[in-house]
């Protein structure tokens, strides 16, 4: 497949365990972006990665989310001690270069998380 | 802080007929979006509007964009039943990257 992918599609957990969301951008891209969709906040930006600087995290909610990406390519964002306020679709993005002007973002399917 | 406001949040229309969806920004930006979102699915790119009086047209779908009003315009030509779906606009900055969307219009296609 040629786009964005995410695993898993769907996570239940308990309150206060952590997860993992991954994230497999289209090959290529360098530009990586997470949001955030629930019913109470729309769509929200979380986390940016470009190439090799240093990510743009002003849309992480708290200290208890962090993401990495490795080697350029997969990311990875790991909610820790969750709670039930986190439920919601965590979804991907890719750009080709995050600098082009005409760039669109491609998104991948999300992945539903469930905290009980 | 950039917001973004579409309306009607919610638009049932009969097949045929002709609606438009509006998007207002707040703030100056350089570059604005409108995406389609299926139930249960992700969001698919329509299109990337970039300059003033900027015009895209993809079948019954038509997207304008005015600057100045801070407005854009999502334009539906005689609506199909495939049409149903969450249209979303967002706006960013040229290296901010981040991606500012508004509440989503729920769009109905009734036969």
């Known amino acids: 497949g040629a786009g964005v992918s995410q695993s898993p599609s769907n996570k239940v957990t308990e309150k206060g365990k952590d997860v993992e969301l991954r994230c497999d951008p289209i090959?290529?891209?360098?530009?990586l972006y997470w949001y955030r969709q629930s019913l109470g906040q729309g769509l929200e930006f979380l986390i940016y990665?470009?190439?090799?600087?240093?990510?743009?995290k002003s849309g992480l909610p708290s200290d208890r989310f962090s993401a990495e990406r490795t080697g350029g390519s997969v990311s990875t964002l790991t909610i820790q001690r969750t709670q039930q306020e986190d439920s919601a679709v965590y979804l991907c993005?890719?750009?080709?270069?995050?600098?082009?002007?005409?760039?669109?973002?491609?998104f991948g399917p999300g992945t539903r998380l469930l905290v009980l | 802080e950039l917001k973004v406001e579409q309306n009607p949040l919610f638009l049932s229309m009969q097949e045929g007929k002709n609606y438009t969806i509006y998007c207002n920004y707040s703030t100056t930006s350089d570059r604005l979006y409108w995406y389609r979102q299926d139930p249960g699915k992700s969001l698919e790119s329509l299109f990337v509007?970039?300059?003033?009086?900027a015009v895209k047209q993809e079948g019954r779908l038509m997207a304008s964009l005015d600057t100045k009003a801070r407005l854009s315009t999502l334009h539906i030509t005689a609506a199909v039943h495939d049409l149903s779906a969450t249209y979303f606009c967002?706006?960013?900055?040229?290296?901010?990257?981040?991606?500012?969307f508004g509440a989503g219009t729920i769009l109905r296609v009734k036969s």
């Open positions: 993005a890719s750009s080709p270069s995050g600098t082009e002007y005409q760039e669109t973002q491609y």
């Open positions: 990665f470009q190439g090799n600087s240093a990510p743009d």
């Open positions: 509007l970039l300059s003033n009086g």
């Open positions: 967002a706006v960013d900055r040229l290296y901010g990257n981040k991606l500012v």
């Open positions: 090959s290529g891209h360098t530009a």
